[in-house]
């Protein structure tokens, strides 16, 4: 008998995939890598640029030392080694984006190499080897113009603005990751979301991606079991978590059969398209573009000294698993649970809500309950959801003086989403709130009683369980707004 | 007053400081010889006499309100078209970057502003300071004051030629294989080219970045290290420039004025012994041997045996360098922009533009630069040349440990007719012969005149350790003191 | 042998974005052979385990600190651009992707 396996599982039976992955990280540093233009955004086009980001003839670069701590404190994190010496490069191509037609970038001589991630993958911990860290400069914006979707082809001009030009970025570079099986996809995952969460708690990055602050290519290879690795394809236009996962399963999908087939793989940058889930072929690699780099004469070397690394060293903070380790502990969740938490993205979000004053179990309830159904029906992630841990907490803390009820605090919430406003002012401007006043409620028993006498002598009797109706009469009265407790001790005390 | 545009600047400016002379009389002096002769000589591409007149017109009116004035305050000065002036055109002597106007001053510019010197103008230069005859500039060559049927040397012909015509009493060069000295040295004036990263680069347009040096031109060592201590010193915006205080290289240039080298050693290079120099050159450099060594120096021969090898490695460095720094000229941020008729693609508009707005000798050079960096041949070319400047670099430091300076003829050969080196490129890259070296190791040198050679100047060299420039200027003061300057016939 | 071919030029024209003409190719091709074989004589030095200098002054570590300065205003950064749209450098239609 033959067991039919689903296209995927079947592929990651027959074929080992191997993933390896480019991130691209724009510091939050005030200036920019190489001058002192500020980083921020949405000014009017080509008003964050001076000569030297501008490329400028006669302009020179000097380097930011607060994006060369960045780096070194990433590194760091990273369980890389940290060079003693390092250079920056030019690497040299054309392109309209790039103001000085090269970019200055590292090659031979990063200032961090061979270090480690760990991340948390259904209960068992992946060790992610670290390449390199390097630093370089962005480039600018190109707008095309004419075309169907605004992409380059059947554009008829582009129009460049060069604001994002030099603003500090680095690369952290994967070695290859064999290794995970069916896991691959999730095994992306879980890594760019532990270097995001890693980056984030240093404080160097807000690390969006939705805002391209941070960026991932994602390399694919697929090759049978104990067979040297295949050809590999890098897949950009990666622009979420989500993605990442989606773009590394769709290339071992497209892979496999090319290679059932006995084709080859070609090696190409690929695009991911959020709307299909799909990679489309973009340029080929096969004619390596030589970059002719060489050493960056406009630049001295870099030579971080040993204490200066130490002091680095020093000003890491506690890092996300030794924090989430800690959290777990003060929220007393088990390890399943916790896992839950993770894989929502929700650690912080629950972090911040408990520091606004929420109880641990309440915004734990919130976000991986109702808001994580919001988010998943939105397609958004947990964070882009509309509301903040502020709300939450606040929305939290009317349920808990009995201002609102569960039913009356998702409505709230609703709103919350919507962006009506605070928990309180949507709970005021809507009427929401729990009706606490003694008198209007004994009237509304008191009607209940009088409009069920038969229900109300079953009660006297003392079958008590008969109240449930005169309950729902009077929830029905208050239109909901009425704490179902207090109107049942109510109808209890009235009667008895 | 006797004519204000013979006065060397030091005069100028202790006429201006007396009150014997305004500022604005000598701006007007020399502004009125640019409109006498410069079509003959063509040593400017852009005068500005009203930026010069209302800077005349500041340091007057700032002397008259009793403020305190620098050594140079009002001499006028021409400035080497490669270096950024805001608001004044630079062309770095390329069709590609006509009618730039840059919206930032270099900081040697805002330096000499700072100073109260007062900008005449832009000079001209082999484009993008890539040549030793100023033929390769795009607007023309600039004639020599001594035969204007003679190229005035490169690239900063234009800087030499405006000293020699009395045309202005300083100008600045800029120096990545000798395009100060050279100049100097076949023009019969002064040309210093400082350590390495004494002067900013920032606001240079950039030929060869880990060699490109600016520095002083003048008609006497005194005037030439007066400008040298106006532009040299720290600038935070250069990260190659050198934070330790800058020598007192006029104090040594007044020292050496004295006529005293007592216990000085010049070193005489083997190496630069055998064929190459004119015989003419060679004559007058060892009657400046003579004269050094009547006033006290000891002569001391020294090998550099890597020195043979200084040009193959400058040829493979600067283009190298030149390539990836003119990539920037692609007619989409300023300067030129040609066949962008509607239907082309971006590509090929580049191609175009830069085919258009470079000359052939550039060209040439972003061709071999970027095949000396490509992947297959980096090692074998651009890498072993960095190497092969290491061990020039060596060949220096043992030097200095047994003499103070190294001296030399500046160029082989006097200033040779226009036209006749031009087809064989590498027959014009000779004239570098002896100035490349010092540039591949850092080190500070000028170039002195010392004599003519059939009625043609000859140029002195001196090269000093690096940081110690104030060595060189003693040294070629007290050459100036023995051999005296040279002053060229009326223009023909 | 010639250090570099005519074909060889071309390709390295095209690489540097130089619409070089079939006369500067011939011209070209022979000069830089010339150029070539002359520079090629750095290698007859023996230097595998000298180090190489690019920059001749030993200074490391030059940074700036984090802080800004003022930019150029949108005119004088676009005021000599051969060609501006809405505020930005406008360029003719790309024909290869970005990198
Ligand atoms: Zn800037």
Redesign the interface.
């Known amino acids: 008998m033959t067991v039919t396996l689903p296209p995927y599982d079947d592929v990651v039976a027959r074929y080992e995939p191997v993933i390896g992955l480019e991130t691209h990280v724009e510091l939050g540093t005030r200036t920019k890598m190489f001058c002192g233009c500020p980083i921020d955004f949405g000014g009017q086009p080509n008003t964050r640029i001076c000569p030297v980001c501008l490329g400028l003839p006669g302009s020179l670069p000097v380097a930011n030392k607060a994006a060369i701590e960045a780096t070194i404190r990433i590194g760091l994190a990273l369980n890389c080694t940290i060079a003693t010496w390092s250079r920056f490069a030019r690497k040299n191509y054309f392109y309209p984006d790039m103001p000085k037609n090269y970019q200055i970038s590292q090659y031979d001589e990063p200032l961090c190499v061979d270090g480690w991630l760990d991340v948390e993958v259904e209960g068992e911990i992946v060790r992610v080897g670290i390449e390199r860290v390097h630093l370089e400069e962005d480039t600018g914006k190109t707008l095309h113009v004419g075309g169907a979707t605004g992409r380059i082809h059947g554009a008829t001009e582009s129009l460049v603005d060069y604001n994002r030009a030099g603003i500090p970025l680095v690369e952290i570079v994967t070695k290859p990751v064999p290794g995970t099986g069916a896991l691959a996809p999730i095994v992306a995952r879980a890594y760019v979301t532990e270097l995001r969460d890693v980056i984030r708690s240093l404080g160097v990055s807000d690390v969006r991606m939705e805002q391209g602050s941070l960026r991932c290519d994602v390399n694919t290879s697929l090759s049978l079991p104990g067979a040297e690795w295949g050809t590999r394809t890098e897949t950009k236009n990666v622009n979420s978590l989500r993605s990442v996962e989606r773009a590394v399963r769709s290339e071992i999908l497209r892979q496999a059969p090319i290679l059932d087939a006995g084709g080859k793989i070609k090696q190409e940058t690929r695009h991911f398209h959020e709307d299909t889930g799909e990679t489309t072929a973009g340029r080929s690699k096969e004619t390596a573009t030589d970059y002719r780099y060489f050493p960056e004469p406009d630049l001295v070397p870099l030579a971080p000294d040993p204490a200066w690394v130490a002091t680095l060293k020093e000003s890491l903070p506690e890092l996300p698993r030794v924090h989430r380790k800690r959290l777990q502990t003060d929220w007393g969740l088990s390890d399943l649970d916790m896992q839950s938490v993770v894989n929502a993205g929700a650690v912080e979000l629950i972090e911040e809500t408990v520091a606004a004053g929420a109880s641990p179990e309440g915004a734990r309830k919130w976000w991986l309950g109702e808001l994580a159904r919001r988010a998943n029906e939105a397609g958004v992630e947990l964070v882009e959801v509309g509301a903040t841990p502020a709300h939450v907490a606040e929305l939290q803390g009317l349920v808990d003086g009995g201002k609102l009820n569960d039913k009356l605090a998702r409505t709230v919430l609703e709103g919350v989403i919507a962006g009506e406003g605070t928990p309180t002012e949507i709970m005021t401007a809507r009427g929401l709130e729990v009706v606490s006043d003694t008198g209007a409620l004994t009237a509304a028993v008191d009607d209940a009683i009088a409009a069920n006498p038969d229900v109300a002598a079953k009660i006297r009797e003392g079958k008590v369980a008969a109240a449930g109706v005169l309950v729902g009469a009077v929830m029905k009265a208050t239109r909901g707004q009425a704490d179902a407790k207090t109107v049942r001790e109510l109808i209890i005390a009235r009667l008895s | 007053m006797s004519d204000l545009t013979r006065m060397s600047a030091a005069q100028l400016a202790a006429a201006i400081a007396s009150g014997e002379a305004s500022a604005t009389e000598v701006t007007n002096a020399h502004l009125e010889r640019i409109a006498a002769v410069d079509d003959r000589v063509h040593a400017f591409l852009h005068v500005d006499a009203e930026g010069a007149r209302a800077a005349a017109l500041d340091v007057d009116e700032r002397r008259s309100a009793g403020e305190p004035l620098g050594p140079l305050a009002g001499v006028p000065v021409g400035v080497k078209d490669i270096v950024v002036t805001r608001g004044v055109p630079t062309t770095a002597g390329s069709k590609i970057l006509e009618g730039w106007r840059p919206p930032y001053d270099a900081t040697i510019v805002e330096r000499m502003r700072a100073a109260g010197l007062v900008m005449l103008g832009k000079t001209n230069l082999d484009e993008f300071a890539m040549g030793s005859s100023t033929e390769y500039s795009a607007y023309g060559p600039t004639y020599n004051p001594w035969d204007l049927g003679r190229i005035p040397g490169g690239s900063g012909g234009g800087s030499a030629a405006a000293l020699a015509a009395y045309e202005a009493p300083l100008t600045v060069g800029t120096d990545t294989g000798g395009s100060i000295r050279q100049p100097g040295a076949v023009t019969g004036t002064v040309g210093a080219k400082p350590t390495y990263g004494g002067t900013s680069r920032y606001g240079l347009v950039a030929f060869s970045s880990s060699l490109d040096t600016p520095g002083p031109c003048a008609r006497t060592v005194e005037d030439a290290a007066l400008l040298h201590a106006v532009l040299a010193g720290h600038d935070p915006r250069d990260s190659t420039s050198i934070p330790q205080p800058v020598p007192d290289v006029v104090g040594a240039a007044r020292q050496g004025a004295t006529g005293d080298l007592t216990g000085v050693r010049l070193g005489l290079v083997r190496e630069f012994g055998g064929e190459g120099a004119e015989a003419g050159v060679t004559a007058a450099f060892r009657d400046g041997l003579d004269a050094l060594t009547k006033l006290g120096a000891e002569v001391v021969e020294v090998s550099c045996p890597n020195f043979q090898y200084a040009l193959p490695a400058y040829y493979l460095i600067a283009p190298s360098e030149c390539s990836s720094n003119l990539a920037r000229f692609d007619g989409v941020r300023y300067g030129l922009r040609v066949g962008d008729d509607g239907n082309r693609a971006l590509e090929e508009v580049m191609s175009l533009t830069r085919e258009a707005g470079f000359g052939p000798e550039v060209k040439r050079r972003v061709i071999i630069g970027t095949y000396a960096l490509s992947s297959g041949y980096y090692d074998a070319y651009y890498g072993q040349a960095q190497k092969v400047r290491t061990l020039i670099t060596r060949d220096f430091t043992a030097a200095f440990e047994r003499v103070d300076v190294l001296v030399s003829p500046t160029t082989p050969f006097v200033a040779f007719p226009l036209g006749s080196r031009t087809s064989d490129p590498y027959q014009m890259y000779l004239a570098d012969l002896y100035t490349i070296p010092v540039n591949l190791y850092g080190g500070p040198a000028i170039s002195v005149p010392c004599g003519l050679s059939e009625g043609l100047p000859v140029g002195f060299q001196i090269m000093a350790p690096t940081l110690a420039d104030d060595r060189m200027y003693r040294v070629a003061a007290a050459l100036e003191s023995a051999v005296g300057t040279l002053t060229p016939g009326e223009l023909s | 042998m010639a250090a570099?071919s005519r074909e060889?030029?071309a390709h390295?024209?095209?690489?540097?974005?130089?619409?070089?003409?079939e006369e500067?190719l011939d011209?070209?091709a022979g000069?830089?052979d010339?150029?070539?074989q002359?520079?090629?004589?750095?290698?007859?030095?023996v230097?595998e385990d000298?180090?190489?200098?690019?920059?001749?002054?030993p200074?490391?570590?030059?940074?700036?600190?984090?802080?800004?300065?003022?930019?150029?205003?949108?005119d004088?950064?676009?005021?000599?651009?051969?060609?501006v749209?809405?505020?930005?450098?406008?360029?003719?239609?790309?024909?290869?992707?970005?990198?």
């Not at chain 3, 002359?38 to 030095?45: I, L, T």
């Not at chain 3, 000298?50 to 002054?57: A, D, E, G």
């Not at chain 3, 749209?85 to 990198?99: C, K, Y």
């Open positions: 570099i060889e030029v390295l024209a095209r690489l540097s974005r130089l619409a070089v003409t500067e011209l070209f000069q830089l010339v150029i070539l002359a520079v090629a004589r750095v290698g007859e030095v230097a000298i180090p190489p200098t690019s920059h001749s002054v200074l490391t570590n030059v940074l700036r600190d984090d802080i800004e300065v003022p930019c150029l205003t949108a004088e950064a676009l005021a000599g651009a051969p060609d749209e809405e505020g930005r450098f406008r360029v003719p239609r790309i024909l290869e992707e970005e990198v």
